[in-house]
């Protein structure tokens, strides 16, 4: 059993377990899911992190606001959420004769404490084995740790993530392991993120054929792609600067082939195409201001998430996407994320052979940079504005990051010299060979 906050998302937890489900299957293993939200639909909404309720707990929790007007109201209402939740894992349990739990992040990011509590209790009382995998912890926030009572330190002692020595856990990179060694005392495994190298190319088939007519973006138009969620750790607004440097030099790419043997006319645009959703924004402003930072630079932004989803489907008589379509399609990827847990997208644009756009997050310079990735650097120093809250870096960066982007766009042999060999980097070392038997001597152990 693999237990989430939501499944069947484009967000990069949702895609790890479909990587883990399909090497314990392959390991003969039978898995099932149990999640507050499942492919868009909500199942269990007290096993959700974007209720009221929860949002409400994690703000008092760790931020240290004033959702609950008290210690004791807020007492009250988590032990009410746990009573809720307890049955419904418990009755998962038995029913599925479940024997292997795989707690997924629930432990770590505690976006739903209530959940994190009765899951540990459910546990104790079950002859189950557990597998804990964080992919990120609430520590790591942007904002950092303000706890609003006692109780609410309590829990993150006590169960974020809990101490108990028959847990195993695994983390997906070094700053992690050695984190969680650090707070908790916690011995953990590095498990990075990965891919399936061996699957068939992602092409252009009938089914995507009218991708960029459907979302109303021209066939001679550019499409960048950022494919991650929408919130602010991502620092889209650096992808929105790096096209609008790139549409300064517009003037002097006319007449030229690119890379797919088109040519840039007079009508061609650059489109910066956002394909993730921004539910977990918890500013609950960040694409607006977004939109309105591209649109004071005049750069052609569109969300598309409406039409993107896990799989291809067709809802209310139109086509919805996979995120697979999107990268079918797009001619340079930016991934500006200052903080990430590990990097997904990062993988898929690698299986995409795609030149990527990269700001150089911690993470990334401790765990991916050494293996020898061809990328375009946006360096790893970055500023807040504090009028938008939005993250900004040196100006010459971004010239000759857009100099580079172009420079991939319009030499072929360069940009298929380059992408396939980073393609073979990340077969060799991020393949589902290598989770295979990461997770089998796991499971020995």
Known sequence: MMIHYKTGGTDGVSLEMDKWKKTFEKMGHRVYYLSGECNNKILHPSLYHITDIAKRFYSYSFEGEHSFTNEKEYKKNVQIEVNKIKPIINSFINDHNIDLIVVQNIWSVAMNVALAIALEEVIENNNVKVLAQHHDFFWERKKGVHYGC?????????????????????????????????KKNIESTIVPNVFDFEAPLWKKDLYNSDFK??????????????????????????????????NLLKDQLIGKQLYNNHKFNNKSNFVLVLAGYDFDDSTQTYLSRLKAHALSLDVDLRVISDRVSHEREIVNNQKIYSLWDCYVYSDLITYPSYWEGWGNQFLEGLFAKVPMIVYEYPVFLTDIKNKGFDYISLGNKYKVNPTTDLVYIEDYILTKAAKSAIEYLFNKEKREISTNKNFEIGKKYFSFDSLYKQLSKILIS
Do not use: C, W
């Open 150 to 182: 006692d109780f609410s330190k309590e829990i993150a002692n006590k169960y974020i993530p809990p101490t108990n020595p028959r847990y195993k856990h695994v983390v997906i990179n070094q700053q992690g392991h050695d984190t969680l060694l650090k």
């Open 213 to 246: 007519s459907s979302l109303g973006i021209n066939e001679n138009d550019i499409i960048i792609l950022q494919a991650t969620r929408i919130v602010n750790r991502k620092a889209i607004e650096l992808a929105i600067d790096v096209v609008n440097k790139m």
